[in-house]
T-cell receptor
């Protein structure tokens, strides 16, 4: 079974530029999550989708971050404009809608904002 | 604010010893408590998880102990091996685990040969 795919793996940009990350969840997983992991910290949930609808985006900085999941499969997360404090690893995870089922994480995209 | 507090921040254990990592939570709505293992450059991977209706769960060398009244849970790694050297995160979620995870800050574990 293929895992969660993310691209790119690494991205370096200047502050105030924009950037987008892509995630393809495990086939059949209805729920998709984006997390931000700052160096030395645990992942923090940014947004949760169920199929193509947003379940929770309470911790998403909506003035600069946006995310979409068209057709309920893959998803993109965008930052515009980026700030220095956005430097982090952006992790995508997916799971089924079955209770107590595992969230599977992708390898992440490491973003460096200069 | 929903929080999960994890300790210690770092831990060094001799090969064959027991590694113990502790977590405490505040939100009584949490009903799913997983532990994740993360190696450098990789995403977190589920190690073991517990629901609040049981006090202990064991899978191989890994055991979760859960104290609902104290709102605490811990991970025990028996017979620790150098390959266990990684960062470990406790986490919690509500909604039967379907909600997004709230993670602790992580424990950097080093197993010395």
């Amino acid at each position: 079974e293929a895992g969660v795919a993310q691209s790119p793996r690494y991205k370096i940009i200047e502050k105030r530029q924009s950037v987008a990350f892509w995630c393809n969840p495990i086939s059949g997983h209805a729920t998709l999550y984006w997390y931000q992991q700052i160096l030395g910290q645990g992942p923090k949930l940014l947004i949760q989708f169920q199929n193509n609808g947003v379940v929770d985006d309470s911790q998403l900085p909506k003035d600069r971050f946006s995310a979409e999941r068209l057709k309920g499969v893959d998803s993109t997360l965008k930052i515009q404009p980026a700030k220095l404090e956005d430097s982090a690893v952006y992790l995508c995870a997916s799971s089924t809608m079955v209770q107590y089922n595992e969230q599977f994480f992708g390898p992440g995209t490491r973003l460096t904002v200069l | 604010q929903q929080q999960v507090k994890q300790s210690p921040q770092s831990l060094i254990v001799q090969k064959g010893g027991i590694s113990i990592i502790n977590c405490a939570y505040e939100n009584t709505a949490f009903d799913y408590f997983p532990w994740y293992q993360q190696f450098p450059g990789k995403g977190p991977a589920l190690l073991i998880a517990i629901r609040p209706d049981v006090s202990e769960k064991k899978e191989g060398r890994f055991t979760i102990s859960f104290n609902k009244s104290a709102k605490q849970f811990s991970l025990h790694i028996m017979d620790s091996q150098p390959g266990d050297s990684a960062t470990y995160f406790c986490a919690a979620a509500s909604g039967g685990g379907a909600d997004g995870l709230t993670f602790g800050k992580g424990t950097h574990l080093i197993i010395q040969p």
